[in-house]
């Protein structure tokens, strides 16, 4: 049987739709002389077409959300990374050194501990922010009980969960803006047994055995995290009654960074001592959650570098993936120095605020980078030089040609060229000015 020309299979209009079904109609004996606007007909079209059109628009937007390039949805996009092993990055809590100095300590105490959540607060631009340690740091008298310590911005919270003894459980973390790094599991063995055991993500799968006190985390829907135990042959199961404890803290992102030294309000005391504290440098590292398109560029590139820092763009990847604060950034191996030097990979980076990281943030990433290293190869940092660019600019234009004026006009030009300056010249090896 020949095919009906009138009938085009591949339009995805609704009136060339409704135009094609009626060409076929006009083709029959039978209707050829029929009245289509003005008949009955004319709705069963309608309904016809709509029909073609609505289901024509749901297997085009299903086919493209099958595929991580096209996909729109952002549960669609995690769930097309989480098949790359890729988890979409949480929110970060903006970090900040401050150096505590514990004052009148008796002679006979040789160490203090500052308990994990010792609060420091500050206010933004009418907004309140907690900083606040992550974890218990001991201080020495032969450091005259002085150290510098990581305040981490964000909300403490804690969630218990009782384990139902079915496989797999998900337990929900029920916060968007939850800072995955600061995330403690811990499993209790009961109500009346209160014996904990810590349960550490599963970051090697490899490294990973039946009996392992490990845990592994997804991106749920409704940007909330999921916590996941294993099976008993991947990771140990808790059992039925075991009580599931998850602690954490509740970020406000890329608000949190910028804060000044000396505008930090400190707690009355430590550890019920007197103590004095500086901030060393300002707050910084804070960030959004990932957005689509982020993870989209993230997650191929996480799988091609089977978290494994071996060739200088291994590096690289790994820094931006873990590191929304950096805008741009440099990577080379020590041999393309001169003279060469061996064993190193020399790291340039361009924060989103300001021009240079902190000496804490360039050792975090350092420390970032040291699981995955598979050889011996140091990381260092060297700051960026800047070359500005400060054009002077001659416009001529014809006033008839627009309705804008000067200043409008000249608006639109500043806006064009600061534009141009953050994506053509604002990152590494991109860099291409040229004077037309």
């Excluded at 020949?2 to 060339?16: G, I, Q, Y």
């Excluded at 003894?165 to 009961?190: A, C, K, M």
């Excluded at 599931?244 to 000396?262: D, E, H, R």
């Amino acid at each position: 049987m020949a095919a009906n020309t009138n009938l085009t299979v591949t339009s995805l209009n609704f009136d060339e739709i409704k135009e094609g079904l009626k060409n076929f109609l006009k083709a029959k004996p039978e209707f050829q002389d029929y009245n289509f606007e003005g008949s009955v007909v004319n709705t069963l079209l309608d309904i016809l077409s709509y029909n073609t059109y609505q289901n024509s628009f749901y297997t085009s937007m299903v086919g493209n959300e099958m595929f991580l390039d096209s996909a729109l949805l952002r549960p669609n996009v995690v769930s097309r990374a989480k098949m790359l092993g890729y988890t979409p990055r949480s929110a970060r809590g903006s970090q900040a050194e401050v150096t505590i100095t514990l004052t009148d300590v008796p002679s006979t105490v040789s160490s203090v501990t500052i308990p994990a959540n010792t609060a420091f607060t500050t206010t933004i631009d009418g907004e309140d922010f907690t900083f606040s340690t992550n974890l218990d740091n001991t201080v020495l008298s032969a450091n005259s009980f002085s150290a510098n310590v990581i305040l981490t911005e964000g909300q403490s919270l804690s969630h218990k969960y009782t384990s139902d003894g079915t496989n797999p459980q998900r337990f929900i973390i029920p916060n968007d803006n939850v800072d995955t790094t600061t995330l403690s599991v811990q499993v209790q063995s009961s109500v009346s047994d209160t014996t904990k055991t810590v349960y550490t993500l599963a970051d090697d799968i490899t490294s990973v055995q039946s009996n392992s006190t490990v845990y592994f985390l997804h991106e749920s829907n409704e940007n909330q995290y999921e916590v996941v135990f294993g099976d008993n042959i991947l990771g140990k199961s808790p059992i039925q009654d075991n009580i599931v404890i998850l602690n954490y803290k509740v970020t406000q992102g890329s608000n949190g960074n910028g804060v000044l030294p000396g505008n930090f309000t400190a707690p009355g005391s430590i550890a019920g001592y007197n103590f004095t504290s500086s901030v060393v440098a300002q707050s910084s590292g804070g960030a959004n959650n990932e957005n689509i398109e982020s993870i989209k560029f993230n997650a191929p590139n996480n799988f091609e570098t089977q978290n494994r820092a071996v060739i200088a763009n291994d590096y690289k990847k790994i820094i931006l993936r873990d590191n929304a604060d950096i805008s741009s950034l440099s990577v080379w191996g020590g041999e393309d120095n001169v003279p060469a030097v061996y064993g190193k990979v020399y790291v340039s980076v361009k924060p989103k605020v300001g021009t240079k990281i902190s000496s804490d943030r360039k050792n975090s990433i350092k420390g970032l980078l040291k699981k995955y290293n598979t050889l011996s190869i140091d990381v260092e940092f060297v700051d960026a030089n800047y070359l500005y660019i400060n054009p002077t600019i001659t416009v001529r234009y014809n006033a008839q040609s627009t309705t804008l004026s000067a200043a409008g006009v000249q608006n639109k030009i500043i806006r064009a060229i600061l534009d141009y300056e953050e994506n053509a010249l604002g990152t590494f090896n991109n860099d291409r000015f040229r004077f037309s």
